[in-house]
Each structure stands twice: as structure tokens, then as C-alpha cells.
């Protein structure tokens, strides 16, 4: 293997798949680091399923091309497949067997898993194996695929939304697992719709809309930018005069002795000019990643007045 | 060792695979033991048809005991069950997942495309071999005891060209398969080609200079040596084993050059 694959897991350059004249993704150019947890957002049709089958070779780029752990997602298919565990995001299940029949299947086809290895999961997910797929509800389906995915502890886990149709416990287990594969040394890249959940886990966040990369961020970072909303309880009313065209601050309401305002960046601006009154409560609400999330979705990042409107 | 891919398939498959080998050993026991019953009635039948018309159906003469195996097993039902048989199975190796969406994991395992169209197509050819294999096994069994007068080469001469029939429409099937992954293109197509040729080959006698369409019909590689009477013609029998190779290589091919679940 080059050199290449020990600090980089995924290497997509000028990535790019039209269906017809129809954009899936245009022009991806993208690095994941080994090791690290990815976070890939975006909204419906924005190009994350097209992006995620590209890598596996289930499509063939219209332009462009891929580099995973090293190889090329073509010629190497067979060595990479062996270190990739996938979650597609449309979960179906070939044949009509039970649970454990279809994971042996797995297990034997990916050179031998230790059975172990599937029953731990099993068994941390909560899922009864020896009920035939096909009747078992989403979520145990999804649970299914998620065992498929990490039973033989892959080196790389491309998941697609694999929170979709967990309940809000196993959404957690299911996080606890990514922060473990990511303490063994496993890359993960996992699409969703909601940064909520990936926040938790991943490193970074890639943001895709429309088919193109939106935005690349640390997590932390993606916070320190984002906008909070706070509210003020003051003695006696005030004017909202006061406070419009302070740095970094909108969307000022002013309602008798309560000011409402969001705020962009840091906080002191305001805070100064709020101590010539007499405060009686102050809240400022988290910095709502989710918020700044849904401004790169929608609008262009400074542009969070639109915000409000789109919840 | 056989690989995990190609049991997988079997499995899956297992229902359909002895479904159609008990009714196809059903529809051989059935007319192999009826030949007794049916001697006596079978020249007021043969009178009462034109000869025409027993030209069409491939029925030489009904009262010998070879032109009574051709006309039941060898002509036309039989073939027609193995080929339905070898396409819907072939319809499952690619098409059929790739439109119900569980060709998305199958193909996640490590296996370069070639290598996984290979694997599905070894699966459905064995199974489509061990069902076609079924009237032979028959066949050689019950004739003796029905006091047919069959060498036992000539039964298998015929067989082993109705497998190779059977390969070859299932070729053809891969083919579309692989190169559409869509069900319905495998169905129509095959299913016309094999009424189409069928026609092709009992219509070319009935035609004046019509004789050529038989060389374009893979019934006729099959069937038009006679081969219940002159037993084996190793070169009939290669054209319908080059036409199952040349699709299934293209079949593997084209897989692997295409969009996968588009
Ligand atoms: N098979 C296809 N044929 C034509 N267009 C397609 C096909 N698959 C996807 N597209 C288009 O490509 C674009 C990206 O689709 P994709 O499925 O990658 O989005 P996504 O980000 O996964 O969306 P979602 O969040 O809904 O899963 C969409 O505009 C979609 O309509
Ligand atoms: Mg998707």
C-alpha cells in the first residue's frame, strides 16, 4: 500500500456523477483522515447516497475518481471490500432467512468472523437473531445492517443514515459504538440529516447541498461560530434602539422590559451594552449547532436571519 | 471449498429449485408411464391428425416407443418447463436483487464485480443443470420398465441437448440480466426469443425453402438430429454451448462496466 493510506482513509478529487443531466454530486473534492469520525450532512437529494455509493464502486464516476485506504475503489474492489463495512441507506435484505442465517453468510463471505463478534453486537443492540428478517419491525432491520456492518471490525465504516429508524436509546448505543470503533483506530463516514446526532461522534462535518460541498468543519468550530439566542429580563422597559447594530447582534425584540436577540460570535458587545441597565434574569440559550447546521443547509452562513424562518 | 456467494444462492433459491424439479419429475413420471396405456390409442391418434400438423408438434410417429418419448417429453412441454425453470432462476442472479434493492449488500462483500456475476451465474447453472438433469434420471430409469426400447446413449445424447438448450436460453436470460438489471427486459426477450425460435424450427419443414430458419433456431441444435434414434452430434451440441458461453462472458462484461442500482 502507498503511503497515502496511513493518514488518509477516503481521498475524493473533483468527485462528480450526473444521472443523465441530472446532478447527484459535482465536483466533491474531500480527504478523510484515518482514524477519524466524518460527519456527512445534508439535505434530501443533496448527493450523500451518490457520494456513498461512488466510494463503493456501485456507481462509476461521471468525473473524477476516489482513493480509499489506499486503492483504487475499481481495480481493488475485491481487498478494499474486505476492509469496508457499508450500511446502505436503503436497507433490503437478499433471500428470506433468519437474522443469524443471513450474518453467517456474511461472515463466511468476508473470509471468516468470529461468531462471537456478531453475537456481541446482537446482544448490545438488543436484537433477537433467530427471527426471519422479514418480520422483524425498521428498526430491528436497521439494527440488522448495523451488525453487518461492524461484525468484522473494518478498518473503514461507510454508513449510510444509520440512525434512521433506531429509537432514541439505540440512537445512543449506536453512538457509543462509533466512539468505539474510533478508539480502536476505525474510520468512519456516515451520512445523516440531523447534525444532532453526529455532533456527538465525528471530528468533522461535511455539509453537501445541491451536490456540492457546502461547508468542512471541526465540530468544535462549526459551535464557536454559531449563533445563540439570548434573552434579557430587565427592571424597568427598555428601548430596542439601544441594542440594533451592536456587533454580531439581529433580530432584536423588544417587548416592555424583555429584549430577545440572537447573537453571532461573541457575547461582550451586548453585555456591555446591557449593563447600564439593571438585569434581573438572563438566558442565553446553548450555541445551537443545529441552528448554524440549518444556515448551511439553506442560507449562506452570515445570513441567519432567514433562520428563524426555516424552523 | 464452494463459495459462500454461491451456497447463499442455492439457499435462496432452494424452494424454487425443488419446486420445479418435482413438477418436472411429475410431468416425466406421469407421460414415461403412461406409453403402455397409450400404445393402442396413439395410431387412431396419429391417423386423425394431418401430417402436417404432426410435423409441427415434432411427432415423428407416436406408436414407437422413441417418436412417443420425443412427442411427451422431448418436444415441447418438456423444453418449454426446463426453459421457464432456467429463466426465472436466471432472473434472480442480478435482476431480480437489483430491483428489490438486496443486491446493494450482496455486492458490499469482497468480490470484484466479474468474480460475484461469475459466482451467481456458476449457483443458477448448476441448480437450472441439476432440474433439466431430472428427466433424464427418469427417463433412463422408467423406460426399461415400461418396456421401452430406448438405448440408454440415445436418452442421454437427448438430455445432454436439452441442458445445453436450457444453458443457452439461460445465457441469453444473464445476458439481459446483467446488462439491465431489470426483470422485465429478461422475461419478454428470453420468452420471445424461445417461442420465436421454437416456431422457427417447426414452421422451416412446413415452408417451401423456408428450410434455412432451422439453423437459426436452438431447438433445431437440439432436436432436428433426432437424437433418440442417432444418438450424439457433438458439433449440434457445441453451437448450443458457444451461444451459453459467448452470453455468459458478455453477461459478466457488461456487468462490469455498468452503474449498479441506477
Ligand atoms: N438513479 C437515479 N437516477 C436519477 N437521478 C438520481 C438517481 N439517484 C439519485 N438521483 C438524484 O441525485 C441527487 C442526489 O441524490 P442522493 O440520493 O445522492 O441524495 P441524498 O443526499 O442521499 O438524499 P436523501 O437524504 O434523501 O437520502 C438527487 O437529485 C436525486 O434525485
Ligand atoms: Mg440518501
Not at chain 1, 437474522?99 to 461468531?115: E, I, M, N, P, S
Not at chain 1, 440531523?194 to 447541498?209: K, N, P, W
Not at chain 2, 426453459?83 to 462483500?109: F, K, S, V
Request: a negative charge; one cysteine or more; charged letters at 20%.
Amino acid at each position: 500500500m502507498s503511503g497515502m493510506s496511513s493518514d488518509i482513509a477516503i481521498h475524493a478529487e473533483d468527485l462528480t456523477k450526473f444521472y443523465g443531466s441530472r446532478r447527484g454530486v459535482e465536483g466533491l473534492t474531500l480527504d478523510v483522515k484515518a482514524g477519524e469520525v466524518l460527519g456527512f450532512l445534508g439535505p434530501n437529494g443533496a448527493g450523500k447516497t451518490t457520494t456513498i455509493r461512488l466510494l463503493l464502486d456501485f456507481l462509476r464516476p461521471t468525473r473524477g475518481d476516489a482513493t480509499i485506504l489506499g486503492l483504487d475503489p475499481r481495480r481493488d474492489k475485491a481487498a478494499l471490500h474486505r476492509q469496508i463495512g457499508y450500511l446502505p441507506g436503503e436497507l433490503a435484505f437478499p433471500g428470506r432467512e433468519k437474522a443469524a442465517d443471513l450474518l453467517r453468510f456474511f461472515a463466511a463471505a468476508r473470509g471468516g468472523v468470529a461468531w462471537s463478534q456478531v453475537t456481541a453486537l446482537a446482544d448490545r443492540l438488543e436484537l433477537d437473531l433467530t427471527r426471519p428478517i422479514r418480520t422483524m419491525s425498521k428498526g430491528n432491520k436497521q439494527k440488522v445492517g448495523l451488525v453487518q456492518a461492524f461484525m468484522h471490525q473494518p478498518a473503514l465504516l461507510i454508513l449510510d443514515e444509520p440512525t434512521s429508524g433506531l429509537d432514541p436509546l439505540m440512537q445512543q448505543e449506536f453512538l457509543a459504538m462509533v466512539a468505539d470503533a474510533r478508539a480502536d483506530g476505525q474510520t468512519v463516514f456516515m451520512s445523516s440529516h440531523v447534525l444532532a446526532e453526529v455532533q456527538q461522534a465525528a471530528d468533522r462535518v461535511a455539509i453537501i447541498r445541491d451536490g456540492r460541498l457546502a461547508a468542512l468543519e471541526r465540530v468544535e468550530s462549526l459551535g464557536r461560530r454559531a449563533i445563540r439566542t439570548v434573552e434579557i429580563h430587565f427592571d424597568d422597559p427598555v428601548d430596542a434602539a439601544e441594542f440594533t447594530g451592536l456587533p454580531g447582534v439581529s433580530d432584536v425584540m423588544v417587548s416592555g422590559p424583555i429584549l430577545r436577540c440572537t447573537v453571532d460570535g461573541r457575547l461582550s458587545p451586548l453585555i456591555k451594552a446591557v449593563a447600564r441597565h439593571e438585569v434581573i434574569d438572563l438566558l442565553s440559550a446553548e450555541p445551537d449547532l443545529e441552528e448554524t447546521f440549518l444556515s448551511y443547509y439553506y442560507t449562506q452562513p452570515d445570513q441567519h436571519t432567514q433562520i428563524e424562518g426555516a424552523r | 471449498m464452494v463459495p459462500a456467494l454461491v451456497v447463499k444462492t442455492w439457499r435462496d433459491d432452494r424452494r424454487a429449485i425443488i419446486g420445479w424439479s418435482v413438477g418436472i419429475a411429475a410431468f416425466t413420471t406421469l407421460y414415461t408411464g403412461f406409453y403402455s396405456q397409450f400404445q393402442g390409442t396413439a395410431e387412431l391418434k396419429e391417423d386423425a391428425l394431418p401430417p402436417d400438423m404432426l410435423e409441427f408438434l415434432g411427432i415423428a410417429d407416436m406408436t414407437s416407443a422413441i417418436g412417443y418419448l420425443q412427442a411427451t417429453i422431448y418436444s415441447l412441454i418438456g423444453p418449454l418447463l426446463v426453459i421457464m425453470a432456467a429463466i426465472t432462476l436466471t432472473t434472480r442472479t442480478i435482476a431480480r436483487p437489483e430491483e428489490d434493492g438486496g443486491m446493494e449488500l450482496l455486492l458490499a462483500n469482497p468480490l470484484t464485480r466479474r468474480a460475484f456475476a461469475t459466482q451467481r451465474l456458476t449457483a443458477a447453472a448448476t441448480a437450472i443443470t441439476t432440474i433439466t438433469a431430472v428427466p433424464w434420471l427418469l427417463v433412463a430409469i422408467l423406460a426399461p420398465t415400461v418396456d421401452m426400447n430406448v438405448p440408454q446413449g440415445n436418452i442421454a445424447a437427448t438430455n445432454a441437448g436439452l441442458i445445453l438448450l436450457v444453458w443457452c436460453f439461460a445465457g441469453i436470460a444473464f445476458l439481459i440480466g446483467a446488462w439491465t438489471g431489470r426483470r422485465t427486459p429478461v422475461l419478454v426477450v428470453t420468452g420471445t426469443l424461445a417461442v420465436a425460435t421454437y416456431l422457427a424450427n417447426a414452421i422451416s419443414g412446413l415452408l417451401d425453402g423456408g428450410d434455412w430458419l432451422k439453423w437459426l433456431s436452438p431447438f433445431h441444435y437440439f432436436i432436428g438430429t433426432d437424437p433418440l434414434r442417432t444418438g450424439w452430434h457433438p458439433a449440434h451440441l457445441a453451437v448450443l454451448a458457444a451461444i451459453a458461453v459467448v452470453t455468459a462472458v458478455a453477461g459478466i462484461r457488461v456487468f462490469d462496466r455498468r452503474d449498479i442500482g441506477v
